[in-house]
Antibody, heavy 118, light 110 residues
């Protein structure tokens, strides 16, 4: 059974950093593209990052470009999101998702919460 | 990267059909077949309902169907059931090699 579990969320001050992880199981992780999507309190879903199965391509939303980085360790079946220079508007539930045919997100985790507050 | 435009809310009675629209531009919905729809019950993981405009993943009820005309994609839910009450989001790949979601539509089953 395909399973994604995010971790690493927490409370951080503005300007701070945080590292999120997404542990994958039940599928051949190294052959699938992966995504990060977030949902701010009371708001809709927002795509923030994408990484190809072999890390050859990475794309980011303008709202996080230059501050967030995405990476993966295929030997550990784990996806990462490094969040730097955090702002109050980065407060959200962060989901990782498995790619389907590159362009779609077919399995999602339950999310991990990031709160940016002084 | 402006969000795709969806109605904030729709409603219907059990057994009825409803349609949720998703409007974009020639840089996203109008330019690609890479449109998908997600169902999101608050507190749970979002679920893929439709991909590539019209295709359903295995296990998704055939009560859910998708279509596209020009810059607008649509999700139709037929035979509404109480458990369909949720938030629904469209998304599209864009010419900037990014993805954009719609603002979301809250479906109420009366």
């Amino acid at each position: 059974q395909v399973h994604l579990v995010e971790s690493g969320g927490g409370v951080v001050q503005p300007g701070g950093s945080l590292s999120l992880s997404c542990a994958a199981s039940g599928f051949t992780f190294r052959t699938y593209d992966m995504y990060w999507v977030r949902q701010a309190p009371g708001k809709g879903l927002e795509w923030i990052a994408f990484i190809r199965y072999d890390s050859s391509s990475k794309y980011f939303a303008d709202s996080v470009k230059g501050r967030f980085t995405i990476s993966r360790d295929n030997s550990k079946n784990t996806l990462y999101l490094q969040l730097n220079s955090l702002r109050a508007e980065d407060t959200a539930l962060y989901y990782c998702a498995k790619g389907l045919r590159t362009y779609y997100m077919d399995v999602w985790g339950e999310g991990t919460t990031v709160t940016v507050s002084s | 990267q402006s969000a795709l435009t969806q109605p904030a809310s729709v409603s219907g009675s059990p057994g009825q059909s409803i349609t949720i629209s998703c409007s974009g531009t020639n840089s996203d919905v109008g330019g690609y077949k890479y449109v998908s729809w997600y169902q999101h019950h608050p507190g749970k993981a979002p679920k893929l309902l439709i991909y590539e405009v019209t295709d359903r993943p295995s296990g998704v009820s055939n009560r859910f169907s998708g279509s596209k005309s020009g810059y607008t994609a649509s999700l139709t839910i037929s035979g509404l059931q109480a458990e369909d009450e949720a938030d629904y989001y469209c998304t599209s790949y864009t010419t900037s090699s990014t993805w954009v979601f719609g603002g979301g539509t809250k479906l109420t089953v009366l």
